[in-house]
C-alpha cells in the first residue's frame, strides 16, 4: 500500500453518518465487547468503562450494548451532516455545539441534545478521568465482527482507530425512550480505592503480600493502555520463583510477573497469561479502572461482598 493510499478517508457506507474532523489522542468505536470467544484466542474487548457507555446510550434512546464513540483526553470534533440525536458520559469534558450558521453554545456534561443538520460536535480535555463517550441515537453501525462493533487494538479486530475524515454510519433508532442517567463517577479525590477478591494464584505469594498489596499506594505509568494498567508500588513477595503455565484470565486480574510489579488487566487484555494473579478487581470496579490517567494513584482493599 503507497503512503498516500494508507492515509485515504475510510467511509462505512450508510444513511445518517458521523464525519471525523479530528480523534483526538486516541478514539475508537466501542460497545460492550465480544464475550464468549475467549476459547478461540479472542479478546472480551469493549468500552473500558462500560457503564459510562451505557449511561450514555440510555440518553440517548439506545439499548445498553449500542457501539458508541470511546474517545482518550478528548480534544476531538465530529461532524452530522443529516443531524442526530447525541448524549455524552463518562470523564467529563467541556462539549460545544455548533450549527450550520456557526453559532456555537456549550452543552452540559451527562445530558443529550440534539445537533441540527450540518452542526459540529467539539470535545474539550475532561478535568478528572481519561474516557469519554459519545452515544448517537441509533448506534455507530460500522459492521459488526464476531457478534461486536468494539475495536480491539492488540488483536486488530473491528474498526481501527478514527483519524480525521473518516466517515461512520449510524444505524435506525430502537424504539424506546431516552433515560435519565445517573452523573459519572471520576477517580478524584486519589489515591482511588479499587476493591479486590484474592486469588487465584495467591498462594503463589509469600505470606503476608495480599496485605502488602493492600497497604501500599501504586501509581498508573505511562506504559499503560487499554491492554492494562501497568503500575509502580510495593512488590508482592513471591513464595515460587518457577514460571506458572499460561492460564485463563480475566478483565480486572491483578499479575504479578517477575519484576513484581503488578499489571492490572483492561478490556484488550490477552485471554491467556503466564504471570500469577494475586486478586482480581471487582468487575464493579474495572470501569472506574478504566478512567485512571499515567500517574494516577490508586490502593486496594479487600471486597467486603
Not at 450540518?118 to 459492521?143: E, N
Not at 479499587?194 to 495480599?210: K, N, Q, S, Y
Amino acid at each position: 500500500m503507497t503512503d498516500s493510499a494508507a492515509h485515504q478517508p475510510r467511509s462505512w457506507t450508510g444513511g445518517s453518518v458521523i464525519e471525523v474532523i479530528k480523534p483526538g489522542l486516541l478514539a475508537t468505536v466501542q460497545d460492550l465487547g465480544r464475550p464468549g470467544f475467549g476459547h478461540l484466542g479472542v479478546p472480551h474487548s469493549g468500552a473500558a468503562d462500560p457503564a459510562s457507555l451505557r449511561r450514555a446510550n440510555r440518553l440517548a434512546g439506545n439499548p445498553d450494548g449500542a457501539a458508541g464513540l470511546e474517545l482518550t483526553l478528548g480534544r476531538a470534533a465530529f461532524r452530522f451532516p443529516g443531524g442526530a440525536r447525541v448524549a455524552m458520559d463518562g470523564a467529563p469534558a467541556p462539549v460545544t455545539l455548533t450549527g450550520p450558521e456557526g453559532a456555537a453554545g456549550d452543552v452540559p456534561h451527562g445530558t443529550a441534545f440534539s445537533v441540527p443538520a450540518g452542526g459540529q460536535v467539539r470535545v474539550g480535555a475532561p478535568a478528572a478521568g481519561l474516557r469519554s463517550y459519545l452515544a448517537v441515537r441509533g448506534g455507530v453501525d460500522v459492521p459488526p465482527v464476531l457478534g461486536s462493533r468494539s475495536a480491539d487494538l492488540r488483536s486488530g479486530l473491528g474498526p481501527p482507530p478514527l483519524r480525521a475524515g473518516d466517515v461512520l454510519p449510524v444505524g435506525a433508532p430502537a424504539p424506546g425512550t431516552a433515560a435519565a442517567g445517573a452523573a459519572a463517577v471520576m477517580p478524584t479525590p486519589e489515591p482511588v480505592v479499587l476493591r479486590v477478591i484474592p486469588g487465584p494464584r495467591d498462594d503463589w505469594f509469600a505470606p503476608g503480600a495480599l496485605e502488602r498489596l493492600c497497604g501500599g499506594t501504586y501509581a498508573v505509568t505511562p506504559a499503560s493502555d487499554r491492554t492494562g494498567l501497568r503500575l509502580d508500588g510495593p512488590a508482592p513477595p513471591r513464595a515460587r520463583g518457577d514460571e506458572l503455565p499460561s492460564e485463563g484470565v480475566v478483565t480486572g486480574a491483578l499479575q504479578v510477573p517477575p519484576g513484581g510489579q503488578p499489571i492490572l488487566l483492561l478490556p484488550d487484555h490477552p485471554v491467556t497469561g503466564g504471570y500469577p494473579v494475586i486478586a482480581v478487581v471487582v468487575s464493579a470496579d474495572t470501569g472506574l479502572a478504566g478512567q485512571l490517567r499515567p500517574g494516577a494513584r490508586l490502593r486496594f482493599a479487600l471486597s467486603q461482598g
